[in-house]
């Protein structure tokens, strides 16, 4: 089975339900850096989401 990686926004800002989930980690970090810009106006670099966010599931 492969793995997927998974980022929750919820579980930095209370009010937001978004979730990506992808077997693809850079898909994963490119739509999880785009909702981050786009919806809450805050840059994150690929290692930042790497190390501070994204889960492995």
Do not use: W
Not at 23 to 40: C, F, G, K, W, Y
Request: one cysteine or more; charged letters at 35%.
């Amino acid at each position: 089975m492969t793995d997927a990686h998974r980022l929750d926004c919820e579980t930095q800002a209370n009010d937001c339900r978004f979730i990506v989930q992808s077997e693809d980690e850079s898909e994963a970090i490119s739509l999880a850096q785009n909702h981050m810009r786009d919806e809450h106006g805050k840059e994150f670099t690929d290692e930042e989401l790497r190390e501070e966010h994204l889960q492995t599931v």
